[in-house]
Nanobody
Framework: QVQLVESGGGLVQPGGSLRLSCAAS????????MGWYRQAPGKQRELVAT????????NYADSVKGRFTISRDNAKNTVYLQMNSLKPEDTAVYYC??????????WGQGTQVTVSS
C-alpha cells in the first residue's frame, strides 16, 4: 500500500522560509517522478515542482522559480521542498505526488502552508 506523508507546513511571515518533507513507503521510490502541488482556497490544484527518479530533470512553476527548491534522497525515500522568500500568495495546502504512470499516480494528505504577518 502506497503511503505519502507530508510534514513541515505551518504559519510563516512573508519573506520567511519553510521546508516541506514527504516520506514515501510502499513504492520503489527511485523509479517514481516525485512532485509537489498546491491548492489555494477556491482555486484548482497546481503544479509547484517535479523531480525525476535520479534527480536529473527538475521542473518548477514560473511563480516559484528562484525561490523554491525541490530535492530528493532516494536512500531515505523522501522528497523535499525548500521554500524561501515566501509570499502571501504561496498560502495553500501543499500535496506530495508520486507518479509512475497515469494509472500509478499517488497523493499524500496535504500539509497547510500559511504566509501571513
Amino acid at each position: 500500500q502506497v503511503q505519502l506523508v507530508e510534514s513541515g507546513g505551518g504559519l510563516v511571515q512573508p519573506g520567511g522560509s519553510l521546508r516541506l518533507s514527504c516520506a514515501a513507503s510502499g513504492i520503489i521510490f527511485s523509479i517514481y517522478v516525485m512532485g509537489w502541488y498546491r491548492q489555494a482556497p477556491g482555486k484548482q490544484r497546481e503544479l509547484v515542482a517535479t523531480i525525476t527518479g535520479g534527480g536529473s530533470t527538475i521542473n518548477y512553476a514560473d511563480s516559484v522559480k528562484g525561490r523554491f527548491t525541490i530535492s530528493r534522497d532516494n536512500a531515505k525515500n523522501t522528497v523535499y521542498l525548500q521554500m524561501n522568500s515566501l509570499k502571501p500568495e504561496d498560502t495553500a495546502v501543499y500535496y506530495c505526488n508520486a507518479r509512475y504512470s497515469s494509472k500509478n499516480d499517488n497523493w499524500g494528505q496535504g500539509t497547510q502552508v500559511t504566509v501571513s504577518s
